[in-house]
């Protein structure tokens, strides 16, 4: 599966952005996906995650409540809706694919980054 996210920018602190995540290829509610992001300077981490159907999701505690993770197997997209975004939110974002892992960093399909530039 080929994954291409998009939406990142400039946005203010307090305001909101949508990622997209467009996955090729008639398999895509094959695979768990998940969205990771990386601070210049630090890791990779994960961010949140989301089962084959989109019945169970899961969130790094750090955007827990604010981020919300979602998906349209008809239209073999994800997204990410943030809301209340703070300056550490500021990363490039990735999008991740995988048939068996929904958290942790073992996905084995990966998109290119979108970055998202938080200003305070």
């Known amino acids: 599966v080929q994954l291409q996210a998009s939406g990142g920018g400039l946005v203010q602190a307090g305001g909101s952005l949508r990622l997209s995540c467009a996955a090729s290829g008639r398999t895509f509610s094959s695979y768990h996906m998940g969205w990771f992001r990386q601070a210049p300077g630090k890791e990779r981490e994960f961010v949140a995650g989301i089962s084959r159907r989109g019945g169970s999701t899961y969130y790094a505690d750090s955007v827990k409540g604010r981020f919300t993770i979602s998906r349209d197997n008809a239209k073999n997209t994800m997204y990410l809706q943030m809301n209340s975004l703070k300056a550490e939110d500021t990363a490039v974002y990735y999008c991740?694919?995988?048939?068996?892992?929904?958290?942790?960093?073992?996905?084995?399909?990966w998109g290119q980054g979108t970055l998202v530039t938080v200003s305070s």
């Open positions: 991740a694919a995988d048939p068996n892992t929904i958290v942790g960093a073992k996905y084995d399909y």
